[in-house]
């Protein structure tokens, strides 16, 4: 088996990235693939969800860490026994993000509703390119019907860059679910399980 690649990446801290890492995780092992999850950011976030979630007795996925450096070595060995493997990655945009985004097949780049959360995602997305990778942006925290969202949402579409169909709104179900071990998808059905479905669909066509 040679499993596909996700980086989330975002400079701007509180973008996202754990939230989605966790939910993509989540939502793509109720959709019958075998997930690991590879967490390179030092504090250690997406590691206190997968033990949260393991001191609850579940235990449907894998979980490892690596240095910047380690990357590819831990990535290549989770690949070989899973259809994905999620890397979350740490808020800065420096030569040690290369490793990782290097591997990817795709790479998620969360850009929360903020004008300066638009102003970080200039970096990851040079250095994806210049990697050659394939980037999808993904609005979180996302207001439809507000000015700051119509904004920031123009502010993407003016980058050449691929802006996901889905976008993921501000719900508090999010923040409490990670702090849980959980991803919405456990909390029964409603708007924000809908939007994971979607993104999680939206991933698995892009990924072919
Ligand atoms: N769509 C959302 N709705 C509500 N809260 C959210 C949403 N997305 C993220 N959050 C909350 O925002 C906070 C930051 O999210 P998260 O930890 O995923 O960001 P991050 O990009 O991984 O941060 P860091 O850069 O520090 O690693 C968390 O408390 C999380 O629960
Ligand atoms: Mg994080």
Partial sequence: ???????????????????IAAN????????GASVALLDTDPQGSLGRWFMARRDDGIEDMEFSTASAWGVGYECDKLK?????????????????????????????????????DVWAVESVLDLVER??????????????????????????????????ETT???????????????????RGRGAAQDEVDRLVAEIRRKLG
């Fill in 1 to 19: 088996m040679a499993g596909k690649v996700i980086t989330v990446a975002q400079q701007k801290g509180g973008a996202g990235k754990t939230t």
């Fill in 24 to 31: 993509l995780a989540v939502g793509l092992t109720r959709a």
């Fill in 80 to 116: 070989k026994a899973n259809d994905f493997v999620i890397l979350d990655t740490p808020p800065k945009v420096d030569a040690d993000l290369r490793p990782a985004l290097r591997i990817s097949d795709l790479v998620i780049v969360p850009v929360a509703t903020s004008q300066v």
């Fill in 131 to 164: 990697e050659n990778r394939d980037a999808l942006v993904v609005l979180n925290r996302f207001k439809a019907g507000t000015r700051v969202g119509q904004d920031v949402a123009a502010a993407i579409a003016a980058l050449d860059v691929t802006l996901a």
């Fill in 168 to 186: 993921l709104g501000n719900r508090v179900v999010y923040a409490e679910t990670l702090g849980l071990g959980r991803g919405v998808q456990e």
